[in-house]
Structures are given as structure tokens and as C-alpha cells.
């Protein structure tokens, strides 16, 4: 029999259908349609309910017709009522509900005792207190106007903060007019390849290795011929980038990813001379500048040339990739359209978000966050450097003076596969440089990220790598290899 439902059928605040026909009491109605919705996982523990009268208002059906539903969904321990009146989900579901129920996801690095993963901040640290105060302050002294759609480019106030930020930090030569912000990295470099498309493009260059997996899809899924770049101590070799015949490059000059190099002096001016002859385009990832330790501040390339590079920065290192907040400072000629291309992906990123994280900016909170978290990642660096030095004194750590990350390079006859997987054997998550290569071949290496273990976790999981390691040369042919600290000539430390 079909349902008849009067008074629109279904409640504002939650979906129920009532059939007046079948007979049924309506509170069963009522009941059995919760119970359902909890066992099917549409109502989760702690969602809470519309109260009675709201609800009975919406079924069109008296108010005790409902308090008789929720109290006997309460009897069932589907329920619970809190202070001040209000019902939701119980914590704890009946056995029956709970049987069928899909299980968790495991979490990053779940199974692992240890585990290296990179990428990672702590975002445990994030400063919870100071960003509250600066949400309050947005939501009780913006203008109404800042709520309404804005342009792709952001707020303005995101803009002039960053720029102050920027240049005072990074030694950029930003304007506000020529930022625009955006979700994240990943979204700004989606939003360049489909302006440089637009405008001819044919070939992208990335550094090799290159953890810019993002660019590298997104490239080839717009069209354009990636092609790797090969980097040395010192980070991308440039005369590999004169013959790469490209329209624009991705670089980290700053803190190479995954290997650490630093682009010297010289390095940069060949670039931006590249860049100025063939009116290319020079994509900066600053992703994590902000910490370091053992070395004096490296500027942006931005500053050098800010008609030829689009500098690239994002929160996710320094606060919490959930943010989901990223900036480029942009060439004059770019900015157009790159809003345009903004706005057509999204409308534009959230306002509170912005707003609140120029506050906390302007207000210097964003710098004594970072204050107070680099002797953190230093301690946790210092504790790795001096496991890898009493475990593993043949590998060699390299672009340790700044970032969350380390790479150490495998002495000679050590396979980086074997290494990776006889280390995850022994509980320990760790990856090897080689699935970030693009073309160029070189010696094997493992990325250790520091940024979210603890001193005690670190010393643990080296341990565990040394033990792994162990084993694989016991299973080699003549026995143990020599442990006396064999280095690759000519590399150094960064």
C-alpha cells in the first residue's frame, strides 16, 4: 500500500514518513523510522534530535505521541537525554545495531610501531587558544560586506597581512594586488597548469626526484610533457634545465624535497636569466622555509625576480594542513586570470578562515607559533641524527639543517626496496627516495620525517632500521658488510 504522508510527510528536522493507514501507532512509527536511521549509521552516537514539540510540529502529530517514541527508544539504549532537555544518539548502541557494523579505517601508519611518513606536522601544537581569539575577533568586528562573494583573488586583509608577513620573513617583493589565495599547494598548482595551458604551454620541468606528484598528474592530465630535472647537492642542475626546452619549472630552492639541497646564489641568477630569455615561468614551492636550525635564513627567489616567479606558500607545514590555506604571490600578468580560474573551481576560498588566519598574523601570533615549535623539530632532528650516528653510522644524513625531514643515503650493495620492506617486517614505516625519481637514476636513500615522534619513538625506530638492516646483510653471501661508516665520495652535508 502506498504511504499517504499529510502535513508534507517527512519533519523539518528529521527525516520521518508516517503511513496514517497502516494501522500502526504512530509513536511505533516514529520510534522504529530512529531506530533504523541509528542502525544504518544515518544518525551517529552523539547526533542530537529535534526536540519533541519541534518535531511533533513538523509531523503534524501531538506532542506526547513523540515523548512516547523517545522514551521507549531511551528504555532501549538507543537514546539518552542530557541537561536542559535535549536527546541524542546514545554512546554505547545495542550489540544487535553494533554487530553489523562496518569496521574502522586504520589511520596512517597504523600497524606500524614506528613510522617515518613525510609530510607530516604536528598538529597536535596547533595553537588552539590564540586562533580562537582571532575567530572572535573576525566574527565581531568584520564588516557584513566581507561575508557576501568575493573576487577569486580573497580578502583583502589576508593580502596585506601576507605581504607584510612575506617580505619581512622571506624577503619577497610582494604586493597585494598580486596574491591570490587558495586551498592548499595542490589547488594553486592546478589553477597555474590551466593558465599556462591557456596560454600555449607545451612542457613543465620538475626537480628529479620530486615529490610534486600533483603537478607531475595534473601536467599530464592537461596535456603538457613533464620532464625531470636531475638535482645535486647544491639542488636542481641547471644546465640540465637550459636543455629541458620548458615553459616553466618547479622548484623548492630553499629546502630541495626529498634531499635537503640549498639553490645557491649563482644557481638562482642562472635561473632567472633562463626564466627572463625565454619568458618562462619559475613556480616556487616555499613549503616549509620556516624551520630551521643549523643555518642563517635563505630568501625567496621571489624577491630576485617577482616578474618571472610565482612564489607558493601554504599553512599546511606550519599550522595544520587542515586548514586547507595556501597563497602565490603571482607575476602582474598572471593574477587576471589565475582569479578567474579561482573562482571557477570553487567561488573562492572561505572567508572566516582567511580572515581569522590574517588576524592572527597581524597580530604576530603566527610568528611565536613558529618560535616556539623550531626548538621542538630540533630536538626531534637532534635525537634522529644521533640514532642514525650510534645504529647506523654508514648512512649519511643529508638536508639536515632545516625542514621536518631527513634523507640518508645507503652505502654501496644496500638495496633500497629490500631495506624498505625488511624494515616494515620489523614494524617500521619508512620510504625510499627512488619512488620519487622521474627519469634520473642515483644512489639509493630513505626519508625519515621527524616532525610528529617523540625523542623516545625516534631512538626506537632507528633501532629497529639497524636491526633490519642487520639482517639483510647476514643473509648476503660472505656475511656482514663493514659498519666502519662508508661514505659516497664528494657528497656533504647541507
Not at 595556501?326 to 572561505?350: C, E, I, N
Not at 621542538?376 to 637532534?382: C, E, G, I, K
Not at 620510504?431 to 631512538?459: C, K, M, N, T, W
Request: charged share 20%; aromatic share 6%; net charge positive.
Amino acid at each position: 500500500m502506498a504511504r499517504s504522508r499529510t502535513n508534507s510527510g517527512p519533519a523539518e528536522d528529521l527525516l520521518i514518513e508516517l503511513d496514517r493507514d497502516a494501522g500502526v501507532p504512530l509513536h511505533r512509527q516514529i520510534g522504529a523510522s530512529i531506530r533504523a536511521s541509528i542502525r544504518a549509521g544515518r544518525l551517529r552516537t552523539g547526533a542530537s534530535l529535534p526536540p519533541t514539540r519541534t518535531l511533533a510540529a513538523g509531523l503534524g502529530v501531538s506532542r506526547g505521541v513523540v515523548v512516547e517514541a523517545y522514551q521507549q527508544l531511551v528504555a532501549e539504549g538507543y537514546l539518552a537525554s542530557r541537561s536542559g532537555g535535549y536527546t541524542h544518539v546514545a554512546a554505547s548502541i545495542p550489540p544487535a545495531a553494533a554487530a553489523g557494523s562496518a569496521p574502522p579505517t586504520p589511520a596512517r601508519g597504523a600497524g606500524f610501531r614506528v613510522d617515518f611518513g613525510y609530510g607530516r606536522t604536528d598538529v597536535s601544537q596547533f595553537p588552539r587558544s590564540t586562533w580562537l581569539r582571532s575567530v572572535r575577533t573576525v566574527l565581531t568586528t568584520t564588516p557584513n560586506d566581507r561575508f557576501a562573494y568575493l573576487d577569486g583573488r580573497g580578502v583583502p586583509e589576508l593580502h596585506e597581512a601576507l605581504c607584510d608577513y612575506l617580505n619581512r620573513v622571506r624577503g619577497t617583493s610582494a604586493v597585494p594586488g598580486n596574491v591570490v589565495i587558495c586551498n592548499g599547494f595542490g589547488q594553486g598548482i592546478s589553477l597555474l597548469i590551466q593558465v599556462l595551458v591557456q596560454r600555449g604551454a607545451k612542457r613543465i620541468a620538475l626537480e628529479d626526484p620530486s615529490s610534486d606528484d600533483d603537478a607531475r598528474v595534473l601536467a599530464g592530465a592537461a596535456g603538457l610533457d613533464v620532464v625531470g630535472i636531475p638535482v645535486g647537492p647544491g639542488g636542481v642542475q641547471v644546465d640540465a634545465l637550459h636543455r629541458a626546452d620548458a615553459d616553466a619549472v618547479v622548484l623548492t630552492p630553499s629546502h630541495q624535497w626529498p634531499t635537503g639541497g640549498v639553490l645557491s646564489a649563482s644557481a638562482r641568477a642562472e635561473v632567472i636569466g633562463w626564466a627572463q630569455r625565454r619568458g618562462a615561468i619559475v613556480i616556487e614551492d616555499d613549503y616549509d622555509a620556516e624551520y630551521r636550525y643549523d643555518r642563517s635564513p635563505v630568501g625567496a627567489m621571489q624577491g630576485l625576480a617577482p616578474d618571472h616567479v610565482v612564489y607558493c606558500g601554504t599553512a599546511s607545514k606550519t599550522l595544520a594542513p587542515g586548514l586547507r590555506l595556501g597563497w602565490m604571490v603571482l607575476p602582474p600578468h598572471l593574477v587576471t586570470d589565475v582569479a578567474a580560474a579561482k573562482v571557477l573551481a570553487d567561488r573562492g576560498s572561505p572567508v572566516i578562515d582567511q580572515l581569522t588566519f590574517a588576524d592572527f598574523l597581524a597580530r604576530g601570533e603566527f610568528d611565536r607559533h613558529l618560535r616556539r615549535m623550531r626548538p621542538v623539530y630540533r630536538r626531534r632532528r637532534d635525537a634522529l641524527l644521533n640514532a642514525l650516528r650510534t645504529h647506523l653510522p654508514e648512512l649519511e644524513p643529508a638536508g639536515i639543517a632545516a625542514g621536518q625531514h631527513v634523507v640518508a643515503w645507503l652505502p654501496p650493495g644496500l638495496d633500497e626496496a629490500e631495506v624498505v620492506t625488511a624494515a616494515a617486517r620489523h614494524g617500521l614505516g619508512i620510504h625510499g627516495v627512488g619512488p620519487f625519481r622521474i627519469a634520473a637514476s642515483g644512489p639509493g636513500g630513505l626519508i625519515f620525517g621527524y616532525a610528529i615522534l617523540g625523542e623516545s619513538a625516534i631512538a626506537e625506530g632507528v633501532a629497529l632500521l639497524a636491526t633490519a638492516i642487520q639482517e639483510i646483510r647476514v643473509r648476503e653471501p660472505g656475511g656482514c658488510s663493514d659498519s666502519g661508516g662508508t661514505r659516497w665520495p664528494g657528497r656533504r652535508r647541507s
